[in-house]
């Protein structure tokens, strides 16, 4: 805990207000400067500044206010003043928790100036005034929410586009006050060849080897994009590339109407309407392509499906990685006409916005080559007991069976902690018996839950029950030398493939660095 305790000063500004330039008042620099004048005219120093700028005030998901909890939670500070409870937050229920609820809790004085709200003199009149202007912020963001989703219905309906970037194949043109598509003669060439090549019978990757093999560039860098934090970006082209145009009904002159849908102004993440449900407008801005060639060409993804994803789960499944960028093997499936189905490994990570070169590498190989390591390995070290007591002691270091048992045992210690207060509860009377009934037996139930895991690791984490098993697979491998899934997981740590042709394997009870070459 601090010798002195913190009063600090919150601010937030959402990208609704950054848009109202005239609104100085709404302004960081300006809530903050009025929170220090305010606080030196009552007396108060402000130690800390916490702000969130351009973050909406629906949600407390907010990296500024996320560090200022995490404050209070340490016992750093004693007061939290901000301009207005709107900036706090504008969800109605959220911002009184907080106010009523969390700040009470960590004994957080709370001042809010414009609202002359002071959580130390709270009484019916400041519980009135908390209630009427939580509900008055929460109200506004809903009637900001409406009449943002009108504005861009109408404008939609009325044909003009309002996404932020155009499609491949379009540029945006401003027409007067409105907004609408023309087309990149360019770009559009290349949509019609992808139409063309997928409704003639090629598939999606057959097309997107073709662009690349001719050095067309891709969207992403044909278009200059800027780039999203959590979106996936293709720098060469690719079948989901080609996916994503085929299905832009953008390309037949129409305007999807709504690919996402949001059921109140409260929910964070948007719901997709799946793209046969979507309800489009004709004729908005000129087609690149006719709607028969769009239909023809969708009507072949029916049935030039991508290949079968693989099933991969044999022994060296995240155990491969790449010697040359460190990135774990993608496993890929192949298969020739009337034979077995094999796995190979390729790295796909992408360094300067190519693919990492180095080869691929077959899963029978792989398995030939730690088979014949393993079989040199226990020719060489024969020291039964010190090989099996190593395997052992890595096992119950990386499972970490004695914090688990800490933690269980701390669960118990919570629930039976909670039971005897529900006892001191129900003796004065601030729970009725049939509470206290149930609750007693919800907390004894998740209590019983924890002890039944406790004694099961304490059971299987035994030294000498791991010892024996480990031993049991120790000899069933040298009885047949077959290598099982469960068996890879216990001796492999990690096999390193490089551009050389090189392996390097690595065992979880390594001796030795062992290396093959080819």
Known sequence: MLNHKWIVAYGRLSKEDLNKTSEYSNSIYHQLSFIQSYARNIGLTVDKEYTDDGYSGTNFDRPGFEQLKRDI?????????????SRLGRNFLETVYYICEYFPKYNVRYLSINDQFDSENYDYNQQVILGIRSLINDRYVKDVSIKRKQVAISKT???QFIGFIAPYGYRIKQIQDKRTLEIDDYAASI??????EISLGKTRKEVADGLNKDKIEPPILYMKMTLSKNKKYYYDWSDKTIYKILKNKTYTGKIVKRKSIKENYHQKKRNIIPIKDRETIDNCHPSIITDELFESANSKLKILKRKQKNNYCGPFKNLVACGECGNIMTTYRVQKAGKEEQYYFKC?????????KNRNIMDLRLQAIVKEKLKDMIHDYVDQKKIVSKVTKNLLQKERPNWKIDCLKDKIDFHNTNIKNLYLKKTKGEITTAEFTQKKAYEMRLQMQSEQLLNKIVKLNNEKVRTDAVLQKY????KDGILTNEMMKNLIDKIVVYQDHTLKLSFQFRLESLNDSN
Do not use: W, Y
């Open 191 to 196: 949509v019609r060849r992808i139409f063309t």
């Open 73 to 85: 939670e340490q016992g750093k500070i004693e007061t939290i003043i901000t301009k207005d409870m």
């Open 348 to 356: 796909n990570k992408v360094i300067n916005r190519h693919l990492c």
């Open 475 to 478: 000899h069933e491998f040298l």
């Open 157 to 159: 309906e009325s044909g």
